[in-house]
Every structure is written in C-alpha cells, then in structure tokens.
C-alpha cells in the first residue's frame, strides 16, 4: 500500500516568513492533493497536482509535483497567523478508480503573530 | 457554493448503542467517501460508494454499514458501538468521471462513545 510521509511533523514560524512542506511517498505518484484542516474540523481542499512538474498557487501558496522523487512541496509565502493549521498530503493509487486517498501524517503548522 | 452536508455534527452514544450519520454530496457528485479520523491521526478510508453501489472497501469494521440512496446522500450506520469508535467521521464527495474532480469533505460529525 502507499505510504506518504510528511516532513516537518509539526513548524512554528514567526508571521511574514517563508515556509516549506514536503510529502514524500513511497510509491509513484499519480496525483497528489494538498487539504488544510483545522483542529477538529473539516478538509478544506487546497489543490491538486496531477503532472510531473506541475506547479500550482493560490494566493500565498504554492504546490509543486516532482514525480521523479515521488515528492510534493507545499510553500508558503508571507505567512499569516490565518495560514494556521494541519496541512494534509493525499495520493490515490493508480489502480483506483475512485481516487480514495490515502493520506500522510500531516503537518502542523502555527505561525506567531 | 453548496458544499457537503453531514450530520449530527456531535453525537454522544454509550457503549454498544447505534449510531447513523448522514451525509449529502455536492450536487452532481456521483461518488461519496468515508473517512474516520481518530484523536491526532490522518483519515483513514473506510467505504465509498459510486451511483447508488459499492465501489471501494477499506477498514470498516464488520459492525459498521453504509449505504448510498437514490438521491445520492449516504448513511453510515454503526452497531455495537465501542470506546474505540468515538473519532471524526468525514463524508467527502466527487465526480468520479472527472478526473480533475478533487474529495471534497465535509465538515465531520464528531462522535463520542462513552
């Protein structure tokens, strides 16, 4: 089964710092999803890469896809205090046809203001 | 935009009680997936279902059920509940024939076996 490993586990930064997150997985990707959650709440869908070298961004946050090392980054620019939470990696096999996702350990990120 | 619906949000059972929870997709989302999440762990798969038929099996214990109706909403029912069982439950949702159709999640309903 794939596994996707999440590095850092947990990140504390000082608002308007850069910062990286990284989701490694054991096996080839063929898609990986990035969610934001916040304590005891809802996935809240982030983007979604499905090509080697895709690369994404939504207003301060950046994904990028490297299928050779099996590896997504998520970055963050100029953090805010609002950026707070867990940050989820997902990958669906690609023998699923229904793109249940398998996810990682995630990484909890606070950001002081 | 609509986005998808669960409830209860919270549910306090005792041990050995029912439980079902309701979940109801995004509109023109054909496919509905169940999550557990338990205290500081990552959703784990449990079943899903595309148009109305099971599509996916993944740990959902023996004494859980779920289905999915005509109208597209699902239910989750848990028998013989256990302490074990008290965890996040998420409903998420997509359009399977799209392939750039992400899970959309609910928002969970938090139960607690006492």
């Known amino acids: 089964s794939q596994e996707l490993e999440q590095s850092p586990q947990s990140l504390i930064v000082q608002e308007g710092k850069n910062l990286t997150i990284n989701c490694t997985s054991s096996?080839?990707?063929?898609?990986l999803y990035w969610y934001k959650q916040k304590y005891g709440e809802g996935l809240i869908f982030l983007m979604m890469l499905q090509k080697g070298g895709e690369e994404k961004s939504h207003e301060k946050i950046t994904a990028k896809l490297d299928e050779k090392k099996q590896q997504s980054s998520l970055h963050i620019t100029a953090s805010q205090p609002s950026h707070a939470g867990i940050y989820l990696c997902g990958a669906a096999p690609p023998e699923s046809s229904n793109y249940k996702l398998t996810f990682g350990k995630g990484t909890l990120l606070t950001v002081n203001p | 935009a609509a986005g998808v619906i669960q409830s209860p949000r919270h549910l306090i059972k005792e041990k050995r009680e029912t439980a079902t929870l309701k979940c109801y997709p995004i509109p023109r989302h054909d496919t509905v997936y169940w999550y557990q999440q338990g205290p500081g762990q990552d959703p784990q798969f449990l079943i899903s279902?595309?148009?109305?038929?099971?599509?996916d099996k993944g740990s959902i214990p023996d004494r859980f059920s779920a289905q999915q109706f005509s109208d597209y909403h699902s239910e989750l029912n848990m028998s013989s509940l256990e302490l074990g069982d008290s965890a996040l439950y998420f409903c998420?949702?997509?359009?399977?024939?799209?392939?750039?159709?992400?899970?959309?999640f609910g928002n969970g309903t938090r139960l607690t076996v006492t």
């Open positions: 279902f595309y148009e109305k038929m099971q599509s």
């Open positions: 096996k080839t990707l063929y898609g």
């Open positions: 998420a949702s997509s359009r399977q024939r799209a392939r750039n159709s992400p899970l959309h």
